[in-house]
């Protein structure tokens, strides 16, 4: 029985999602490892996280706007090569260096599927069946996030840590030759047919800039930070100068587009607090191993496979608003319970807040992206989507390099009056409390998106 071509679309688009999830949820287990191995601080080894996402910010409004001109297929398709390619030079590295210029390959191809991926799907499956659909990817989300660590852990106690990254050449592969062989031609948006070359480079300058700048608490961190305020300002201003900008305005114009963007900032960037730092946490404080580690990070993944259809279904019945603003109570409840952990806390505890974090992450994923793709034009999907895959990727950067550095320098702070572990202690407590602060300015914005509705009804 053939499958409808709905359903051939999602399977591709869906391997592209299981690859990169699976590469990132088995490198968040691995870097500790990874950081023994090169000799390495906590602060080196979070750019071969940093690098990866910063490259796929810069790029992601690109490749999104470049797919809405020539078919979004197509960049989608030769994205598995080039990540493909990065992952092979990833494998093959034996010095941070090396192992960094080979992600940022990778981060190019994963940019790439990124940015078209969930226009593909928002254009193929009608809107009665769109939650549905991005809610199934949100499950393939899961089931990569669910592999990845205890794959990781399996991996790294039994073999070099570099064979991690040979597992994508094969998925890449296949996922390359089946997008060849079954995508149709994508809706072309024929309006404005140059590329902005130059806000391109300006945002990337943007976010190269801010990135090292939330790392440390230094003066040259307050003037990098500023030059990248001075630069953002200067890429705004030239967008609005231009004929064909790299931002598209009308869609600034949209509510549900802006406040669903700015909740996925809010909800992305305190993620990473808990992703990055939680391993680091359980092997140095807590004494688990890398694989019981590796075992417990599946549980949020685990709990978003099964619950994300659900959210992603409930969104096309009952609107997203109400599931977003649950989803936000719940990770604050995770990160306010993980402000309380000590070095003799449960693995059992570690898991019932991984599970409320599982949840929120679940409920808020597929119903926020279905409401932001749900208000655009269908011929701007592919744009929709690179800018809503620019936001998470932007906060992914922004959370990690900002948790390593607020966590960085109040350790160097604690340890003036505490030994070692307790110093360890008090600054994961606060970096959860400034989590669970930026957690409640996106519930904020959810309870307003959500008043405004009812205010919209007669």
């Not at 941070?96 to 940019?111: D, K, T």
């Not at 990098?224 to 967008?239: D, H, N, Q, R, T």
């Not at 929709?384 to 906060?395: D, E, I």
Request: hydrophobic share 50%.
């Amino acid at each position: 029985m053939k499958l409808e071509y709905k359903w051939q679309v999602l399977i591709i688009v869906c391997i592209g999602i299981f690859m990169s999830t699976l590469d990132g949820s088995i490198l968040n287990i691995a870097n500790p490892t990874i950081a023994r191995s090169l000799n390495v601080s906590l602060e080196q080894i979070q750019w071969i996280v940093t690098a990866y996402m910063l490259v796929i910010t810069a790029s992601l409004l690109f490749f999104g706007n470049w797919g809405d001109k020539v078919g979004s297929g197509k960049i989608f398709t030769y994205g598995f090569v080039v990540f493909t390619i990065g992952s092979f030079f990833c494998s093959t590295a034996h010095g941070l260096s090396f192992l960094i210029a080979a992600r940022i390959i990778q981060g190019f191809g994963a940019s790439m599927m990124m940015a078209t991926g969930i226009g593909i799907v928002s254009n193929t499956f009608p809107p009665y069946e769109r939650g549905k659909a991005l809610g199934l990817t949100g499950s393939i989300v899961g089931v990569g996030n669910m592999t990845g660590p205890a794959l990781g852990g399996f991996l790294v106690a039994n073999w070099q840590w570099n064979v991690i990254f040979l597992l994508n050449v094969p998925v890449g592969l296949a996922g390359f030759f089946l997008a060849l062989k079954y995508f149709k031609p994508q809706p072309v948006n024929k309006d404005g047919q140059s590329y902005d070359f130059a806000g391109t480079f300006l945002f990337a300058l943007f976010a190269v800039l801010l990135i090292p700048a939330l790392v440390g608490s230094t003066g040259l961190s307050s003037v990098l930070l500023g030059i990248s305020i001075l630069v953002l300002a200067g890429f705004i201003w030239y967008e609005k100068k231009i004929a064909c900008p790299l931002l598209d305005f009308p869609l600034f114009k949209i509510p549900q587009f802006v406040q669903g963007n700015l909740m996925g900032m809010a909800a992305y960037t305190s993620q990473t607090f808990v992703f990055f730092l939680l391993p680091f946490y359980m092997e140095r404080i807590m004494g688990l191993s890398p694989a019981y580690s590796g075992l417990l990070m599946t549980i949020p993944p685990v709990i978003m496979m099964v619950l994300a259809p659900v959210a992603g279904f409930l969104s096309d019945h009952l609107g997203s608003s109400r599931l977003t603003t649950t989803a936000f109570i719940l990770m604050a409840a995770a990160y306010l319970l993980l402000s309380t952990t000590t070095a003799a806390a449960s693995p059992s505890l570690i898991a019932a807040v991984l599970i409320i974090l599982g949840a929120g992450m679940a409920m808020f994923g597929s119903p926020n992206s279905s409401s932001i793709l749900g208000s655009v034009p269908p011929e701007k999907a592919g744009y929709a989507g690179g800018f809503l895959s620019t936001v998470r990727n932007l906060s992914y950067c922004m959370g990690t390099a900002a948790s390593v550095g607020l966590f960085t320098w109040l350790l160097t702070s604690q340890r003036q009056t505490l030994s070692y572990i307790p110093a360890y202690i008090k600054a994961t407590h606060i970096v959860y409390w400034s989590g669970t602060a930026i957690v409640c300015l996106g519930l904020l914005i959810s309870l307003w998106n959500s008043l405004s509705c009812k205010k919209k009804k007669p």
